[in-house]
T-cell receptor, first 113, second 113 residues
Framework: AQTVTQSQPEMSVQEAETVTLSCTYDTSESDYYLFWYKQPPSRQMILVIR??????QNATENRFSVNFQKAAKSFSLKISDSQLGDAAMYFC??????????FGKGITLSVRP | SAVISQKPSRDICQRGTSLTIQCQVDSQVTMMFWYRQQPGQSLTLIATANQGSEATYESGFVIDKFPISRPNLTFSTLTVSNMSPEDSSIYLC??????????FGDGTRLSIL
């Protein structure tokens, strides 16, 4: 069975600082996608960033970037210049066969003003 | 990305009743999925809604409890049948079009008394 592990239940960061959220996964597939989704209290799931496993280059999206280590099956999210609006639940996810998403347990990120 | 309308946004239901949740997309999509998010938990895939045929259910979910319809490429419904307090959750539909990542509806917050 595929698993996605987020071992940190919560983190806190000072506004304007940088924070890294960790994620590891298990798979026997060679080609897959990895994602970070954000869920604010409004409960909407918002895609933050996507990484294709066959691409060595780490994905970036404005202040968000990933550190993808395929051999280690690690996929961390770095948020630079943290803003109050970044406070939310963040889920790491992996897509496998038939596009099914497997989610980690999530991490609650708080941003201190 | 596709615009997804999910209704109702929330509901409070009596034990033993059923509720149907609708997911409407503004354009044709290849894949539609239904997820459950229990209080304080991550998302779990219920089933893949297949256009014109029976949905594909994940382990632990059965058609009698969660019947799903998908009559066309832009619409799907999920029914939560014979509800009990354990069914209190957020139910989310998601869609995928081509090689684009999955995007989610705003979710339906369901409470059973």
């Amino acid at each position: 069975a595929q698993t996605v592990t987020q071992s940190q239940p919560e983190m806190s960061v000072q506004e304007a600082e940088t924070v890294t959220l960790s994620c590891t996964y298990d798979t026997s597939e060679s080609d897959y996608y990895l994602f970070w989704y954000k869920q604010p209290p409004s409960r909407q799931m918002i895609l933050v960033i996507r990484q294709e496993a066959y691409k060595q280059q780490n994905a970036t999206e404005n202040r968000f970037s990933v550190n993808f280590q395929k051999a280690a099956k690690s996929f961390s999210l770095k948020i630079s210049d943290s803003q109050l609006g970044d406070a939310a639940m963040y889920f790491c996810a992996k897509s496998g066969a038939n596009s099914k998403l497997t989610f980690g347990k999530g991490i609650t990120l708080s941003v201190r003003p | 990305s596709a615009v997804i309308s999910q209704k109702p946004s929330r509901d409070i239901c009596q034990r033993g009743t059923s509720l149907t949740i609708q997911c409407q997309v503004d354009s044709q999509v290849t894949m539609m999925f239904w997820y459950r998010q229990q209080p304080g938990q991550s998302l779990t895939l219920i089933a893949t809604a297949n256009q014109g045929s029976e949905a594909t259910y994940e382990s632990g979910f059965v058609i009698d409890k969660f019947p799903i319809s998908r009559p066309n490429l832009t619409f799907s419904t999920l029914t939560v049948s014979n509800m009990s307090p354990e069914d209190s959750s957020i139910y989310l539909c998601s869609v995928e079009r081509g090689d684009q990542p999955q995007h989610f509806g705003d979710g339906t917050r369901l409470s059973i008394l």
